[in-house]
């Protein structure tokens, strides 16, 4: 606790492991149950701090009736569920992530609640902690009843309920579920479903009011903890001070740059030059909020596929795409966060039912995705220029950006010591480019410190990396350049070496 702000801080590496503990394993020869806390004390915690993460966020553990929900649709505000074990226990297996330097973030859901008759709903025979109208007290997106943010009871109810979790079950944040669903008073509604706040507008004041209040709160009680904002839509400040205008959180979900990148690896490669546009866009918003880069559950559920499934390709150009997707997605400004089973390329969507595909494992090519996830974490919390400056137009310079024809991008990750620059070179292309040359950024030798095409990981067998000696040779703009030859579907990070 005492070294939390070691691990929480805008300029501090975060790679979040995303985790549904029903059904990360279970032990299929036990009648398909459940890992207890005790037993995720032990296997996720091994598996987490062999990975390299340095975070893991948990899918809600607030009690919950319907296990279809996913923890969603809350009745227990101030208890862990006993699906898994005993409030003690969930403690226990804080303390142990905590013991080996991990994270705990908790999702959390103050924008809605259950309908359910032992639930919050006309508690005490009255409409106490919803609102009387359906307008505004019902989300029929989701068949739930919407908190009534105006009542400072029900404000103090909610804010309890998260220092609740700092305190007692010492938790290091806490992401808000669902937020542009309390922002906004015609979320999921259609036209005459829904009533304008008092100016006349779309926004809900009292939710926003109860925003600012709760970070407020929060961190003021708890200095070294974040608070994390899923918010879909462009409300400006999100994860600015409440004293400058802002919600006052401390990261948000860039939704916007998973859906474009996402989009983007799904083309085939020829198609892509006619995109490069949507997979540089978001350098234009990326320091306007303290991101976090969400690849998480909600993109492998609903017929959506999984992250594998996702990329273009036959199977063997799908693998080198993900490898290409991570290792983009980490040398990208922001903090990190990926959802159990993306690490090792699971084929099937996830299901909340049943375990993830640990057989797969046996395959070289999953092993070799697996393997490079955890380098790549690994090397994350070595490189400075890869999260210090994350928040900040300091860390990011193109150097090139507009070579459409051959889907190719390279950038320079900085920290405050210019000797520890990292030059990413992205080749999109399904073909190699031989002599390719990328500028750095001064005159010296630089080392290939990562390739994602590497036979390690099952790559191509570009096994390229050494040092290079700049030259001076001019490339976009720069006096000084090396020269290798480029993998395909590749991503390279170099560093300047003695």
């Known amino acids: 606790m005492e ?11 975060m790679s979040i492991y995303e985790v549904h503990l029903g059904s990360w394993r279970r032990k299929v020869e036990e009648n398909n149950r459940y890992l207890t806390y005790k037993e995720l004390a032990e296997e996720l915690v091994e598996y987490v701090k062999e990975m390299h993460y340095t975070h893991v966020e948990l899918m809600p553990i607030t009690e919950y009736p319907f296990k279809g929900s996913w923890g969603y649709q809350v009745t227990g505000y101030f208890a862990p569920t006993a699906r898994y074990g005993k409030p003690k226990e969930f403690m226990e297996l804080v303390d142990t992530l905590h013991q080996n330097g991990i994270g705990v973030i908790l999702d959390w ?4 609640f259950v309908t359910d008759g032992h639930g919050l709903m006309t508690f005490d025979g009255t409409c106490l902690y919803e609102h009387r109208d359906p307008r505004l007290g019902f989300q029929p997106q989701w068949g739930s009843a919407v908190f009534n943010y105006g009542r400072n009871e029900v404000r103090a109810f909610l804010i309890s309920s998260a220092s609740f979790w700092f305190e007692k079950y010492h938790i ?11 922002l906004y008073l015609d979320y999921g509604r259609e036209e005459g479903e829904w009533i304008p706040n008092r100016y006349g507008g779309r926004e809900n004041l ?6 600012k209040q709760l970070n407020q709160s929060v961190y003021e009680e708890f200095e070294d903890i974040v608070m994390i904002a899923e918010e879909s839509t462009a409300y400006p400040m999100v994860s600015k001070p409440v004293y400058l205008g802002g919600l006052g959180f401390g990261f948000k979900w860039n939704m916007g740059w998973m859906h474009d990148t996402l989009k983007y690896f799904a083309l085939n490669p020829v198609y892509r030059q006619y995109h490069q546009d ?9 320091f306007d909020e303290n991101f976090v880069l969400p690849l998480s559950h909600d993109e492998v559920v609903h017929m959506k596929g999984s992250l594998i499934n996702k990329m273009a390709g036959d199977e063997n150009q799908k693998f080198a795409n993900l490898r290409a997707l991570f290792a983009y997605m980490m040398a990208h400004p922001g903090k990190k966060l990926l959802f159990m089973g993306g690490e090792f390329a699971q084929y099937r969507e996830w299901n909340y039912e049943s375990s993830l595909d640990w057989h797969l494992l046996e395959n070289p090519k999953h092993k070799g995705l697996k393997q490079m996830l955890k380098e790549l974490n690994q090397l994350y919390k070595q490189e400075k220029a890869l999260y210090q400056y994350d928040s900040e137009h300091a860390g990011f310079e193109w150097v090139e950006r507009s070579d459409n024809m051959h889907n190719t991008i390279s950038f320079f990750r900085k920290s405050d010591n210019s000797d520890e620059t990292l030059i990413i070179v992205c080749n999109f292309a399904d073909k190699k480019r031989e002599n390719y040359r ?17 036979s390690t990981y099952e790559g191509w067998s570009y096994d390229n990396a050494g040092i290079y000696e700049s030259e001076k040779v001019l490339a976009w703009d720069r006096e000084n350049s090396i020269s290798f030859t480029m993998p395909a579907l590749g991503v390279v990070y170099f560093r300047q070496t003695v």
Not at 278 to 286: D, K, N, R
Not at 438 to 454: D, H, L, R, T, W
């Open 3 to 13: 070294q939390r702000t070691e691990v929480n801080g805008h300029d501090k590496p």
């Open 109 to 112: 859901v103050p924008s809605h």
């Open 172 to 182: 290091d944040g806490i992401r808000v579920d669902a937020v542009a669903s309390m």
């Open 206 to 211: 009292e939710a926003i009011d109860f925003l």
């Open 278 to 286: 949507e997979l540089t866009f978001s350098i234009w918003y990326a």
């Open 438 to 454: 990328v500028a750095v950024p001064k005159e010296g030798k630089y080392k290939m410190i990562f390739n994602s095409q590497n």
